[in-house]
């Protein structure tokens, strides 16, 4: 999902076929009409015969089942589309490395008695940052996941090097408790609505 120049794409191609010999189907998904022309012509010449190119929003795309979904650095709350596709196509792995928290930021308001404390932008850019990827992780624990939010690049590398990986569990919390600790940080920092939230409701 937002598979861009598909770098990601095709190195894992690559290494599912061609290292662990593993029959498999891939699409990679982008709006750029010119990245999904350049990648289509690659995957033909490669002879990645499994491998496709298809030009559509996240939202908009119907990905059916699948194993695993993987988003990269797809803005705001396209994270969201794609974590929500991962999330209903069944697929028994996610991972999406998200940025630009934007929908958080714009709502979020310090808690009481932190005004000064959270005054500087940089600072509540952070705490949106915390906050959504917090609230990811516990509507994906809610759809019946397990979930880990990681540091996967060193940050001289790139400021956005947050990942949350999800895996389907077994046994996971009760809703109810998940829906109360949701509740409470919504309540916390004032806002109002959640992309992905909205969509699972």
């Known amino acids: 999902m937002g598979s861009g120049k598909g770098y990601l794409t095709f190195a894992l191609y690559d290494y599912l076929t061609n290292v662990r010999g593993l029959e498999v189907a891939m699409t990679g998904v982008d709006t750029k009409r010119e990245m999904i022309a350049l990648c289509s012509d690659i995957a033909v010449s490669c002879g990645f015969d499994g491998l496709k190119f298809v030009h559509d929003s996240i939202g908009g795309f119907d990905p059916g089942d699948v194993d695993i979904l993987i988003a990269l650095h797809a803005c705001d709350t396209a994270t969201d589309d794609a974590l929500y596709k991962g999330i209903t196509s069944g697929a028994e792995i ?15 308001k310090p808690p009481a008695g932190m005004t000064d404390f959270l005054k500087h932008g940089i600072l509540l850019e952070r705490t949106a940052e915390v906050v959504t990827d ?6 994906l624990e ?40 949701i509740a409470t940080v919504k309540t916390l920092y004032s806002i109002d609505r959640q992309r992905l939230e909205q969509l699972l409701a």
């Open 94 to 108: 996610i991972v999406a490395a998200p940025c630009c928290h934007k929908e958080i930021r714009r709502q979020l």
């Open 134 to 139: 917090g609230l990811r992780s516990l509507l």
């Open 142 to 181: 809610r759809s019946g996941y397990s979930a880990k939010v990681f540091e996967f690049i060193a940050v001289e590398h790139t400021p956005k090097n947050n990942m949350i990986a999800a895996v389907k569990a077994a046994h996971s919390r009760p809703p109810d408790a998940l829906n109360d600790e």
